[in-house]
């Protein structure tokens, strides 16, 4: 079995936000279909928004759709995406650019448990929790 790979769904914004995790992860967007492509628009209001699309940044991957006419999504506190990094300058960074416009439910600080960790729920509604473990000393 291969990792689980997260499914976000967005209320017509999903071309915004897949622009604001470009940014801001430092990633890009593999690809992308639209309701109008995939001849499954019922409206035009639909022809534009995405059917599907694939995101990755380094070893980060996730998929993204806007919801069809009548679906809807809010946003859900039952789970957080985990971003672990290998330096403390990527992880002041990626969180700062993730923050922006969102709203931060823990300030980046170093913890108990010898990690340099922070919160937040970006401006699409999307928890996200960010981790750069120290290194351990070695004891030789």
Known sequence: MEAIIPYLNFNGNAKEALAF?????????????????????????????????????GDLKFMVSDCPPGVSVSGGDQVSLSLNFSSIEAIEKTFAAMAEGGHV?????????????AMTKDKFGVHWMFNYDYPKESSN
Do not use: C
């Open 21 to 57: 995790y470009e940014s801001a992860l430092g990633g890009k967007t593999l690809q992308s279909s639209t309701f109008g492509e995939a001849n499954m628009a019922q409206d035009d209001s639909m022809k534009d928004k995405i059917l599907h699309a694939v995101f990755v940044a």
């Open 105 to 117: 439910t823990m300030p980046i600080q170093d913890t108990f448990w010898g990690a340099r960790f």
